[in-house]
């Protein structure tokens, strides 16, 4: 299989890794908690619907936080959290399917499994209400396509988060059938951040996507900036991460706080 040069040599760490990583075996059959309807909750209660991501640490962070993760996800939907991401990437997130387990066992929100997917056993691993699928690694990486793994995480009950960055991966994501889509303010040939990005794209996802703006939010003004460009939620991990988790969760879901 020929490695893309383009992407930063982190990431391809993280699917070097990844390409060795099986399934759990028993085929997962989960009864998932709705993603928009949580959104839609936040947003009818006046808070801005997040989703805030349990990351004990990652390549493009310092440090590590070594709470327990279901203490932090407790304050997080404390603090108003529509729904939470839980990485279960071990390697380089520091995550693991029993603390996603956990974490959804103790909440009473959307959970997002956030991982690197690549084929279809891989989604034998844990329950959980949302499943992440990164558009450019199944295109270049993956041994199963877009839409067929699309509808294999749905027969078994997850909903599905299709993670894009460019107009293309949108309209490759869309024609696949996805009705949630991410676009990532990171680009993942240099790992850099630009808020631009969203801004840029979101114009080219459908009416009647569910979309979120994921990564490079970091204050109430990101928040909004997103917001007016189209996100109807957002997905946040540093930001709530670095410090105490249930102000910062109240300080990037409370509007004008």
Do not use: C, W, Y
């Amino acid at each position: 299989m020929e490695h893309s040069d383009e992407i930063a040599p982190a990431v391809r760490s993280i699917l070097d890794a990844a390409h060795e990583r099986g399934g759990g075996g028993e085929r997962v059959s989960v009864d998932a908690r709705s993603l928009p309807a949580a959104f839609d909750r936040a947003a009818a209660d006046g808070r801005v619907p997040v989703v805030a991501e349990v990351k004990p640490t990652s390549p493009t962070t310092d440090g590590e936080r070594t709470d327990d993760p279901v203490e932090l996800a407790e304050e997080m939907v404390a603090g108003g959290a529509a729904a939470l991401s839980v990485l279960t990437e071990p390697d380089h997130f520091g995550g693991s399917a029993e603390t996603l387990r956990r974490v959804r066992a103790a909440v009473d929100v959307p959970v997002l499994r956030k991982d690197f997917v690549l084929h279809e056993a891989q989604l034998d691993v844990v329950e959980a209400d949302v499943i992440l699928l990164i558009a450019r690694f199944l295109q270049e990486e993956g041994t199963d396509d877009l839409e067929d793994l699309i509808a294999a995480a749905r027969d078994r009950g997850f909903q599905v988060l299709v993670e894009t960055h460019t107009a293309d991966e949108v309209a490759t994501a869309v024609e696949a059938g996805a009705d949630i889509v991410g676009v990532n303010n990171r680009d993942l040939a240099e790992l850099e951040v630009d808020l631009g990005t969203f801004e840029a794209v979101a114009p080219e996802v459908p009416g009647g996507v569910t979309l979120i703006a994921e990564s490079g939010v970091t204050t109430p003004e990101d928040v909004a900036r997103m917001r007016a460009a189209g996100a109807d939620a957002l997905l946040i991990g540093s930001a709530i991460m670095d410090g105490p988790v249930r102000a910062n969760t109240e300080r990037l879901t409370t509007p004008n706080s």
